[in-house]
């Protein structure tokens, strides 16, 4: 298994700036993913953190907007640039464990609010 | 389309057996999930199942998965008020050459004392 935290838990931020969400591991892992939860909506994937390249996108997520850094195998971080109230959701990080049956452990997320 | 969908609420009394459905759509995925979303917090590994099963028990949560028809159910007995969530079904298409999940809509599951 693995123990995921996440910072900010919570931020309330104005329109224009932009946010870095840290994500740390107890344990080395391979898979790191960043996910976006709007209000009453699914998770959706923005993208895929790779360790020493850039992260993979997904359809509709660009790097301008959401930069992701994986400087390690245990810590990524997501910027949300400059946002808008649009842009209010959970934001939430998962490792996936390649071993077994390819389960996401899934940090406590990140609860942005854009005015 | 890599649409997953869910019901989208559920309200059931105490003691009684909740049943959650899903349609995916991609019958490659290895093994189909379900996750668990409380109030406030990340997702939890409730269960899975492999592929080439038909169902999975595990203490009150009874997974059935009807492939022909690409439809996934969880079942929940004796539902307890602490059971009151959100509950994802997901998928991990071995097509995409990733693995990722795809998730479904969630069914929001509403317990009554």
């Known amino acids: 298994s693995a123990v995921i935290s996440q910072k900010p838990s919570r931020d309330i931020c104005q329109r224009g700036t932009s946010l870095t969400i840290q994500c740390q591991v107890d344990s080395q892992v391979t898979m790191m993913f960043w996910y976006r939860q709007q209000p009453g909506q699914s998770l959706t994937l923005i993208a895929t953190?790779?360790?020493?390249?850039?992260?993979?996108?997904e359809s509709g997520f660009v790097i301008d907007k959401f930069p992701i850094s994986r400087p390690n195998l245990t810590f990524s971080t997501l910027t949300v640039s400059n946002m808008s109230p649009e842009d209010s959701s959970i934001y939430l990080c998962s490792v996936g464990l390649l071993a077994g049956v390819n389960e996401q452990f899934f940090g406590p997320g990140t609860r942005l609010t854009v005015l | 389309g890599e649409d997953v969908e869910q019901s989208l609420f559920l309200s059931v009394r105490e003691g009684d057996s909740s049943v959650i459905n899903c349609t995916y759509t991609d019958s490659s995925s290895t093994y189909l999930y379900w996750y668990k979303q409380e109030p406030g917090a990340g997702l939890q590994l409730l269960t899975y199942?492999?592929?080439?099963?038909d169902m999975k028990q595990d203490q009150r949560l009874t997974v059935l998965l009807n492939k022909k028809d690409k439809h996934l159910s969880l079942r929940i007995a004796d539902t307890q008020t602490g059971d009151s969530a959100i509950y994802f079904c997901a998928e991990s298409p071995t097509t995409s050459g990733t693995y990722k999940y795809i998730f479904g809509t969630g069914t929001r599951l509403k317990v009554l004392a």
């Open positions: 953190a790779n360790q020493g390249s850039e992260a993979t996108y």
């Open positions: 199942i492999f592929s080439n099963m």
